[in-house]
């Protein structure tokens, strides 16, 4: 676990989201899956983009996945990241299937390819929020 | 008889650095010159388009806009396609002519988005306005351009694409804007000019990436009836395009296809004309990667192929497809949303052959692309200066 408080625009959990961020503070990478037709999404929406179910449940997945685009940000958003500067912004395809956003960590911005295999770990921030982030797997 | 709509009047206010204007007085700078263009008065107009705001906390932009210009409208729409409704607004008003439910309609769009805050707040209240999702990607610390970062990081990845061919296309428009006189930026750029200025978000450095400015546009929309009597040459839409294939761009599996393929398929096939006739094309250009993207999935040239068709100047006043030739959202002046607004009066000004220096010769058929959220909708026109 890596405490890292500090003063980013947190996420603000809605009825559709919640489990995603319940699970993150358990430390667990957990995602929409259709009851109907098994398949996994992401981001989370009203119906299931594969079939056009509203019967959607939430399965956790390994965490596993690989680097499928990136960007070194070399200049802050906003005051927040202002002492974060280069860091990495990603897309992470999951083993699963699913892509999402997160940052790379746990190695200098500039190692970060597009194929890197990477794993999850959670930024914890308060007692209701947690960040997925990736680290390179080895 | 088939009610057709016509073109009849374009306007823009002061585009750059505008201190001291509303962003009110500068759309009412563009309507009245788009009338004055036209012939015809504001009391003339029965119909307001309009775009939603940044810097603005309005209720009801179209019913504020109208309310603010002195008309009382039949018929008014606030138009919200992000990027795209610039393009989006021209379609409808037309619509909305050809339907009989107002006979001259005005669409306007503009803002003081810079001189309205500072840099930093500008690119804070972008960073956070909903291009990046507020729960899974805005944490994570990326810039409005970081989202196409990872578009250019990808097409290169896939293509072999090169910072030297993105510069291509912020010089090639640059040098375009260098000849419009109501441009915002208007210093000549070279490619080592871009590949030597600040990185961003990589690979895009800082010329990669579109400005922030002040200013409005408008465009007068009546029918080909009336049309006959006004002062101006009358230009005809003869197709349009939409397209959407994602939201956000972290949940886009293709990073590099876009609703433009949808948007421009459409497009070509309701006008009933091809890629090879269009003699212009002003094509929305927030990021360079933006423009090689849009160029390959509008069909100019094949996936992954964009990187070599912008280079030799083929993309320049001269080359085989000029674009953006007022010099776009990266040089000639971007007040956010309703940036692409100025493409389509641009196109609409080659059409009648009153571009001055950048004047394409002969311009018959120009293509309008534009483009909003992160290469989320698209919208493109097809105008022409004959009816099909």
């Excluded at chain 2, 395009?241 to 497009?267: C, E, F, M, N, P």
Aim: proline residues 6%.
């Amino acid at each position: 676990m890596t405490l890292a408080p500090d003063d980013r625009p947190l996420p603000i959990s809605d009825p559709a989201t919640a489990p995603y961020w319940v699970a993150a503070r358990a430390h667990r990478l957990s995602l929409p899956r259709c009851e109907d037709c098994g398949e996994l999404h992401f981001y989370p929406r009203p119906l299931c983009p594969h079939c056009g179910s509203q019967r959607l449940g939430w399965a956790d997945v390994s965490g596993d996945g690989e680097v499928f685009s990136f960007t070194i940000v070399q200049r802050a958003p906003s005051p927040a990241f202002a002492d974060k500067v280069p860091y990495a912004v990603a897309i992470v395809a999951l083993d699963e299937g699913p892509h999402l956003m997160s940052n790379i960590i746990g190695c200098p911005a500039d190692q970060v390819r597009i194929g890197l295999r990477v794993r999850v770990n959670f930024l914890d921030f308060n007692e209701e929020t947690s960040l997925p982030v990736f680290e390179p797997a080895s | 008889m088939t009610r057709r709509a016509v073109i009849v009047g374009i306007g823009e206010s002061q585009i750059g650095r505008v201190p001291g204007r509303s962003s009110l007085q500068l759309q009412a700078d563009a309507a009245v010159a788009a009338a004055a263009d036209a012939g015809l008065a504001i009391g003339d107009i029965d119909g307001l388009l309009t775009t939603p705001l940044r810097v603005e906390r309005w209720n009801m932009p179209a019913g504020v806009v109208a309310h603010n210009l002195g008309i009382r409208p039949r018929f008014l729409s606030t138009v919200d396609l992000a990027g795209a409704s610039g393009v989006a607004m021209i379609h409808q008003a037309v619509m909305a002519v050809e339907s009989g439910q107002c006979d001259v309609a005005l669409c306007v769009a503009g803002q003081n988005l810079l001189s309205h805050q500072s840099r930093d707040q500008a690119v804070k209240s972008m960073a956070e306005s909903g291009s990046a999702h507020p729960q899974f990607e805005v944490p994570y610390g990326p810039l409005v351009p970081s989202l196409y970062a990872l578009i250019a990081q990808r097409h290169m990845y896939e293509f072999g694409t090169t910072s030297a061919q993105l510069a291509e296309v912020a010089v090639a428009i640059r040098g375009h804007a260098c000849l419009n006189p109501n441009a915002h930026k208007r210093e000549p750029l070279t490619v080592a000019d871009v590949l030597a200025s600040r990185m961003i978000t990589s690979p895009l450095h800082m010329f990669d990436c579109a400005i922030v400015s002040d200013g409005a546009a408008a465009v007068i929309v009546t029918t080909a009836e009336r049309a006959a009597d006004l002062r101006k040459r009358p230009i005809h839409l003869l197709g349009q395009g939409y397209g959407l294939r994602h939201g956000h761009i972290g949940d886009h599996k293709q990073l590099t296809i876009t609703g433009a393929v949808d948007s421009g398929r459409d497009a070509f096939a309701s006008a009933g004309v091809e890629r090879a006739d269009i003699d212009v094309a002003e094509i929305y250009d927030c990021f360079t990667i933006t423009v090689i993207v849009e160029l390959e999935d509008l069909g100019f040239c094949a996936k992954g192929e964009g990187g070599s068709f912008v280079e030799g100047g083929r993309i320049a006043l001269g080359g085989a497809l000029p674009i953006t030739t007022h010099g776009g959202l990266l040089s000639g002046g971007h007040p956010g949303l309703p940036g692409g607004f100025l493409h389509v009066v641009e196109g609409i000004r080659q059409l009648r052959g009153e571009a001055g220096a950048r004047q394409v010769a002969d311009a018959e058929l120009a293509l309008v692309h534009g483009n909003g959220g992160v290469a989320s909708i698209h919208a493109t026109l097809i105008l022409g200066t004959e009816p099909n």
